[in-house]
């Protein structure tokens, strides 16, 4: 009785994975117990045009001032496994600034912040799934989770999909980063393949001449079973 | 294109510069009609400590049962300005609380109506993936017969009911702990 298939195994990371430090404390012990997919699982909110900001989709302009730092643009595909659009639904990022701070008061990394970048920003995927930002490549920065330890640069994202069942955060990183090797949270995902996934591709077709670098970033959702009442 | 769905990631710890612009904790508010409550508790972690830095979303239907989606095949209607979608951080103290609406029944396996409940997920830096989970009434007739409670060992219920206040029955009392005696069962979606 599942609308939504489940994921491949190794294709999600477990919740507790000790590399990463706070998952000992808060990854739950007992197994997880599955959820059947009725209409409370089937079912989720999606959001109107009249709530996302329309500028949402540009960090650099926010502000005053255009933030320092590598201007790029992000785009690509929210689909599902079956490749079928998810249009219409809401996309939200955040990022640090270009020398790795993020604005939060609970972040204290050495490290500048920048009054022309907030580093947050949302918008609705198009009729045919699609999404674009414009931003600036974020910076590593040190974490206390091991010795030296640095997150790779990565931009957080949020996706809802058309129901509860759907619902997924997850981290886009840069091609090519070297610290991508020593990131528990990058290798929590324990098949390669999948893992690989989450690196978005440097693209000449959304590059744009004088302007920025284009980064493509595509978002898998579950893929509905065939029979939608499947048992 | 067709693909696996994409890894989850935690959220980390500074979720709220790219979360909070849609925290809604009142999900109450427009709505007429319905059972107002308001659900407070706190998020423990294994050593029993407040957990600052979490985010809960609330997915639910309104009092009269209807989800407020398109797709939602049921013939009911929604009710007028109830949307069923909360998001709220917890505090320094690891507490959490927000009004809403009881929500009506839905219908489950079977057609056989399910007890009031909400969907929960939690975020928070250390969840590699989100935590679901579900919040039903006290004392709701309908919770014995209840297809998903009747899942969860007999022992572990209770982590899914919210408790009311003595001195008023319309603020229920829930936490949510993540590990230890008393943990709270999470789903697997």
């Known amino acids: 009785m599942l609308r939504y298939r489940r994921p491949a195994p190794g294709t999600q990371p477990e919740l507790l994975h000790p590399p990463y430090v706070s998952s000992i404390k808060r990854a739950p012990t007992q197994p997880l117990i599955q959820l059947p997919h009725t209409l409370s699982e089937t079912t989720g909110p999606s959001f109107s045009k009249e709530v996302v900001p329309p500028k949402g989709f540009d960090l650099t302009r926010q502000h005053k001032g255009e933030p320092l730092g590598e201007r790029i643009v992000v785009s690509g595909r929210l689909v599902d496994e079956d490749g079928r659009p998810v249009a219409h639904s809401l996309v939200e990022i955040w990022q640090a600034n270009a020398a790795g701070r993020y604005l939060h008061k609970v972040d204290q990394h050495d490290a500048p912040l920048d009054p022309n970048f907030t580093g947050m920003g949302q918008t609705l995927t198009d009729e045919e799934g699609r999404y674009r930002f414009v931003t600036i490549r974020p910076g590593a920065y040190p974490w206390r989770n091991h010795y030296n330890a640095w997150r790779p640069r990565h931009i957080h994202f949020s996706v809802f999909g058309p129901a509860f069942a759907t619902r997924l955060v997850t981290q886009m990183y840069f091609p090519g980063d070297p610290l991508l090797e020593f990131d528990p949270i990058y290798n929590s995902v324990p098949v390669e393949s999948a893992r690989k996934r989450l690196i978005s591709i440097f693209d000449w077709a959304t590059t744009t001449p004088e302007i920025a670098l284009g980064f493509r970033f595509d978002i898998v959702l579950r893929g509905r079973n065939a029979t939608p009442m499947e048992r | ?189």
Request: with cysteine; net charge negative; proline share 10%.
């Open chain 2, 1 to 189: 294109m067709s693909g696996e769905t994409t890894p989850s990631q935690t959220v980390g710890p500074y979720f709220s510069i790219g979360l909070g612009w849609l925290n809604r904790c009142d999900l109450a508010r427009g709505a007429s009609g319905g059972e107002r409550v308001t659900i407070r508790g706190r998020i423990l972690d294994g050593e029993g400590q407040p957990v600052p830095d979490a985010c809960l979303e609330i997915w639910q239907a309104d009092a009269h049962g209807k989800y407020a989606q398109p797709e939602n095949s049921q013939e009911k209607s929604p009710a007028q300005g109830f949307f069923g979608f909360g998001r709220m951080p917890t505090n320094d103290r690891g507490e959490f609380s927000f009004t809403t609406i009881k929500p009506g029944s839905v219908p489950g396996p079977d057609d056989r109506p399910q007890a009031p409940h909400l969907e929960i997920s939690v975020f928070m830096r250390g969840l590699l993936r989100r935590l679901v989970t579900r919040l039903y009434f006290p004392n709701d007739p309908a919770n014995p017969a209840d297809h998903v409670l009747n899942l969860v060992p007999v022992g572990r219920r209770a982590t899914l009911i919210a408790r009311p206040l003595a001195e008023d029955p319309h603020i229920l009392e829930w936490d949510i702990r993540l590990q230890g005696e008393h943990e709270t069962v999470f789903f697997e979606c």
